[in-house]
């Protein structure tokens, strides 16, 4: 089985803090995503990365930005965490067009 | 842009009831099709994905869904929903056969037992 794995469950942070969201998946899948995930908004797709040091904005890249240096890890990357980028946050990898797999997510609270 | 829509927020139903949950997406070309759950404290899980051939696609846990393409629509359906299957369900599109998903907003369902 593929994992994705998530470096942290939970996190709080304070206004103003640098935030690194680290994802690790161990399948050698090419494509890799951040979203975050907020009640009746669903899933929303802040960067995506289709091959190392590649990415590429989703719908709500800013304030974030990310980090793909080797091919199994993606960070996410809040330059200046404020109280509205409270969420949890999800990682996932997919080979192609096989369907995702997603991390147990990253939950964030900005005070 | 691609969009999802899941009409249904929450449903509350009693066990052995009959579930369907309404998913239409707006893109008019080729689409890939997908049911993901995230059972409490979970991690998201595919559930089932349609590519193409028999419009009805059967998934795990007794789950099928239907692609009904004049309507734009994939719809989850279960005959007879067990408490285990509080949950949230997203429906998911990808267009044109490229790799990326594009989520409805959920719905929370809840199984009284």
């Known amino acids: 089985d593929v994992k994705v794995t998530q470096s942290s469950r939970y996190l709080v942070k304070r206004t103003g803090e640098k935030v690194f969201l680290e994802c690790v998946q161990d399948m050698d899948h090419e494509n890799m995503f951040w979203y975050r995930q907020d009640p009746g908004l669903g899933l929303r797709l802040i960067y995506f990365?289709?091959?190392?040091?590649?990415?590429e904005k989703g719908d709500i890249p800013e304030g974030y930005s990310v980090s793909r240096e080797k091919k199994e890890r993606f960070s996410l990357i809040l330059e200046s965490a404020s109280t509205n980028q409270t969420s949890m946050y999800l990682c996932?990898?997919?080979?192609?067009?096989?369907?995702?797999?997603f991390g147990s997510g990253t939950r964030l609270t900005v005070v | 842009a691609q969009s999802v829509s899941q009409h249904n927020h929450h449903v509350i139903l009693s066990e052995a009831a009959s579930l369907e949950l309404g998913c239409n997406y707006s893109?008019?070309?080729?689409?890939?099709l997908f049911w993901y759950v995230q059972y409490p404290g979970q991690h998201l899980q595919l559930l089932l994905k349609y590519f193409s051939g028999d419009p009805l696609v059967k998934g795990i846990k007794g789950f099928e869904a239907e692609f009904i393409k004049s309507k734009f629509s994939f719809n989850l359906r279960k005959p007879s929903v067990q408490w285990s299957d509080t949950a949230e369900y997203f429906c998911a599109v990808n267009e044109n056969a490229g790799n990326m998903l594009t989520f409805g907003g959920g719905t929370r369902l809840m199984v009284k037992p």
């Open positions: 996932a990898s997919s080979l192609r067009l096989y369907g995702y797999t």
């Open positions: 893109y008019g070309g080729t689409v890939n």
């Open positions: 990365s289709y091959d190392v040091k590649m990415k």
